[in-house]
């Protein structure tokens, strides 16, 4: 393959480190300096199973080179009953999958629920063993949220758009991208008890934020570290001020907490303000009410 001079960016390098799998980094250099996939196995000497599985994990976290879209019709079939009767007579997958699927929902499903596992199974073409897994992983979501019902079909019909959009189509990539987000998962609850957000479950837009800084590189343990400066500076939590202290330690290289808490120079201060208008200003404040009411 040559000389190469190797740059890695950043956000793949972080993704990796995230991994944790030796096997991901090495395959992922192996395709960097261009070695054809095809040839992994005997090149960097790995089982097959080997090689299949840091190939579906590199999927999971979008380091694998693309490939072709499979181009589907622009919308789904309207399957009728009869379409419902005939595929659970004729396709022994789909009914075992039905089976399956009614089990782990608890309950029967309806007639416009039965249309839209069917639109999964044939529409969006995802084997019956990644479905199996889809729904199971939809369940322990719920779970893990504190739902109080199973995920809707709905529900599950929105994540299955999302594996067939990914390419997530062998139980491979299926395993590797849920034990991947069930690692994010930890990570956001840990997260979440380190911004004392204890009473609720965080909104979409918090999760969004939680998720980025995870993509980023940063854990439980430097949120919590945010999270005391920002009371520290302005006297309670806001997101936006948090915010900034997380991106002001990634412009400047920082993702421990000893990097940090060794070389922060902390956020910008906003040009044309005073020390004044910092947002200490809160304590200062408190201070001289306390000595007026001494005074009095």
Known sequence: MGEHNLVIPEADWRKLLASAKGDDALLYLYLRVGGQAEQAESALHMTRSRLECAEASLRSIGLWPEKPKVLRPAEPPAYTEADLIREMKEDTGFSQLLGETQRRLGKVLSTEELKILLSIYNYLGLPAE?????????????KAKKLRRPPSMRTIEKEAYHWADQGIETLEEAAAYVQLEME????????QRA?????????????????RWID?????????L???RTCLQI???KWPYIESIVESWKKQGL????????????PAKPA??????????????????????QEE
């Open 255 to 266: 993702y421990t907490v000893a990097d940090i808490q060794a070389q922060d120079k902390g």
């Open 226 to 228: 945010a999270y005391e």
């Open 184 to 191: 994010k998962q930890t990570k956001l609850r840990a997260m």
């Open 272 to 293: 044309g303000k005073s020390q004044e208008q910092q947002p200490n200003q809160w304590a200062k404040d408190a201070v001289a009410r306390m000595m007026r009411a």
């Open 130 to 142: 990644v479905i199996s897994i889809l729904i199971s992983f939809c369940t322990q979501r719920a």
């Open 235 to 237: 006297g309670s939590f």
């Open 195 to 211: 911004l004392q957000i204890n009473d609720r479950q965080l909104v979409r837009g918090e999760e969004a934020i939680l998720r």
């Open 216 to 224: 980023w590189g940063y854990g439980p343990g430097e949120i919590a």
